[in-house]
């Protein structure tokens, strides 16, 4: 399933079958997967952990990223467990920059932020609910706690496929040492040639969704392009 701008009554299901999907991305060369609880990030809890552990299951050498619903120790403990390579925290990072530092002290390495921006203040609870701050201002409360990264991603461009906002991704990315993954917007691969020119300035890679599922995007050229960037995909 795809949101436009985080809106769950603006959903398209691509597919009802969340090993399949995967098996489809996997057979076409993916080197990440990146999946997303949509269930579970406006519950505040996990909804398709099963599922999800059944994806890493069925390849244990992909790997794969998790967000939605991670609110609690135990719960990146448990994706650790069945599989997951990173958990994704999101809301609760923003509510508790300390449970973050918990977090990434209890998982070193293992631990991605979401910073969702809508209107310039971070959005949480499923990009339900606005909060008071930047991005900016949250991630620099996060450096030297032990982020494995910062995924960026611009509500306003998400499942809109009006284009990656490159430079506000970028303006981040620079501002803080923790590596920033691009999110939101990604249309064609113009798109991800604009983050190839800033990526020098720490965005790590770039999360592509709706332009892969409508065809818009060939993931197998994405690949290339971003690794030739970034170094990896």
């Given at each position: 399933?795809?949101?436009r701008?985080?809106?769950?009554?603006?959903?398209?299901v691509?597919?009802?079958?969340?090993q399949?999907?995967?098996?489809?991305?996997?057979?076409?060369?993916?080197?990440?997967?990146?999946?997303?609880?949509?269930?579970?990030?406006?519950?505040?809890e996990p909804?398709?952990?099963?599922?999800?552990?059944?994806?890493?299951?069925?390849?244990?050498r992909?790997?794969?990223?998790?967000?939605g619903?991670?609110?609690?120790?135990?719960t990146?403990?448990?994706?650790?467990?069945?599989?997951?390579?990173?958990?994704?925290?999101g809301?609760q990072a923003v509510?508790?920059?300390?449970?973050?530092?918990?977090?990434?002290?209890?998982?070193?390495?293992?631990?991605?932020?979401?910073?969702?921006?809508?209107?310039?203040?971070?959005?949480?609870?499923?990009?339900?609910?606005?909060?008071?701050?930047?991005?900016?201002?949250?991630?620099?409360?996060?450096?030297?706690?032990?982020?494995?990264?910062?995924?960026?991603?611009?509500i306003?461009r998400?499942?809109?496929l009006?284009?990656v906002?490159?430079?506000?991704?970028?303006?981040?990315?620079?501002?803080?040492?923790?590596?920033?993954?691009?999110?939101?917007?990604?249309?064609?691969?113009?798109?991800?040639r604009?983050?190839?020119?800033?990526?020098?300035?720490?965005?790590?890679?770039?999360?592509?969704?709706?332009?892969?599922y409508?065809g818009?995007?060939?993931?197998?050229?994405?690949?290339?392009?971003?690794?030739?960037?970034?170094?990896?995909?």
């Amino acid at each position: 399933m795809r949101l436009r701008q985080g809106r769950m009554d603006d959903a398209t299901v691509f597919g009802d079958d969340p090993q399949a999907m995967a098996q489809r991305w996997v057979d076409a060369g993916a080197q990440r997967l990146h999946i997303v609880d949509l269930d579970g990030a406006f519950a505040g809890e996990p909804r398709n952990a099963e599922a999800i552990a059944g994806v890493c299951q069925a390849h244990p050498r992909l790997p794969v990223q998790v967000g939605g619903g991670i609110r609690d120790l135990d719960t990146v403990a448990g994706y650790l467990q069945a599989g997951v390579r990173y958990v994704i925290i999101g809301t609760q990072a923003v509510r508790d920059p300390d449970f973050a530092a918990a977090a990434c002290a209890a998982f070193p390495g293992r631990v991605i932020v979401g910073l969702d921006a809508r209107d310039g203040l971070v959005a949480v609870q499923g990009w339900a609910e606005a909060s008071a701050c930047t991005a900016l201002e949250l991630a620099s409360e996060l450096q030297g706690v032990g982020v494995a990264a910062i995924v960026y991603t611009d509500i306003s461009r998400d499942g809109m496929l009006q284009g990656v906002n490159a430079e506000a991704t970028a303006a981040l990315a620079g501002a803080i040492d923790i590596p920033v993954i691009a999110s939101g917007g990604v249309s064609n691969l113009q798109d991800i040639r604009r983050l190839q020119r800033v990526a020098a300035r720490g965005i790590q890679g770039v999360i592509v969704g709706r332009a892969l599922y409508e065809g818009v995007i060939d993931l197998g050229e994405a690949q290339q392009l971003a690794a030739g960037a970034a170094g990896q995909p």
